[in-house]
Every structure is written in structure tokens, then in C-alpha cells.
Nanobody, 115 residues
Framework: VQLQASGGGLVQTGGSLRLSCAAS????????MAWYRQAPGKQRELVAS???????NYADSVKGRFSISRDIRKTAVYLQMNSLRPEDTAVYYC??????????WGQGTQVTVSS
């Protein structure tokens, strides 16, 4: 099973993007779904996550601007990004963690925010 991320692009400061990530097949026993990002020269960081109960968690830098959601039936996870800033520029990766703690990564989608 693979994860396919999409929705990245070039946007001006203050703009919005919606990232999508869908699995090529069914993934059972999901523990959590998340979005990470990696900017040039920086480590990959957690942006937002959603666990099986629906509880969400956000990095302080995106709280109030980003929103994570999911569609369990489609094994899909979404990231609505509003009020984008140049510092949000990065490659965004989706991630699915199973109850066994094994995980799957998507291929990444580039988000570029111009000032």
C-alpha cells in the first residue's frame, strides 16, 4: 500500500492550500494519521496529527491556521492550510501509523509561499 499526497503548489502570503493524501489500498488498524514537513536544511517536523479517536494535535507554529481531517473509509487525510506564511515553505509528507507502530510515508508535496 502506498500513500499519494497532492495539493501542494505556489501561493502568496496569506493564501490557502488544501493538501490531500490517499492510500492506494486499505490500511487496517490505524493508530494515527499525520502531516510532517521538511524545509531546506532543516529536520522533518510534525505539523499536525489525528489519532483514531479523532483527537488532533498541532505544532505551535500552525495552531489556528491549519486544520487536519480524515476520511477513514477512504484511508485519506487532509490538511487545510490558511493564512500561509513564507516560513511554511517546505515539502509536506503524510504519514500513517498502525497500531503495531509500523508506519507508511507518502512521497511528499511541495508547498511554496511567496512573500
Amino acid at each position: 500500500v502506498q500513500l499519494q499526497a497532492s495539493g501542494g503548489g505556489l501561493v502568496q502570503t496569506g493564501g490557502s492550500l488544501r493538501l490531500s493524501c490517499a492510500a492506494s489500498g486499505r490500511i487496517s488498524n490505524i493508530r494515527a494519521m499525520a502531516w510532517y514537513r521538511q524545509a531546506p536544511g532543516k529536520q522533518r517536523e510534525l505539523v499536525a496529527s489525528i489519532i483514531v479517536s479523532g483527537t488532533t494535535n498541532y505544532a505551535d507554529s500552525v495552531k489556528g491556521r491549519f486544520s487536519i481531517s480524515r476520511d477513514i473509509r477512504k484511508t485519506a487525510v487532509y490538511l487545510q492550510m490558511n493564512s500561509l506564511r513564507p516560513e511554511d515553505t517546505a515539502v509536506y509528507y503524510c504519514n500513517v501509523v498502525r497500531l503495531s507502530l509500523s508506519d507508511i510515508w507518502g512521497q511528499g508535496t511541495q508547498v511554496t509561499v511567496s512573500s
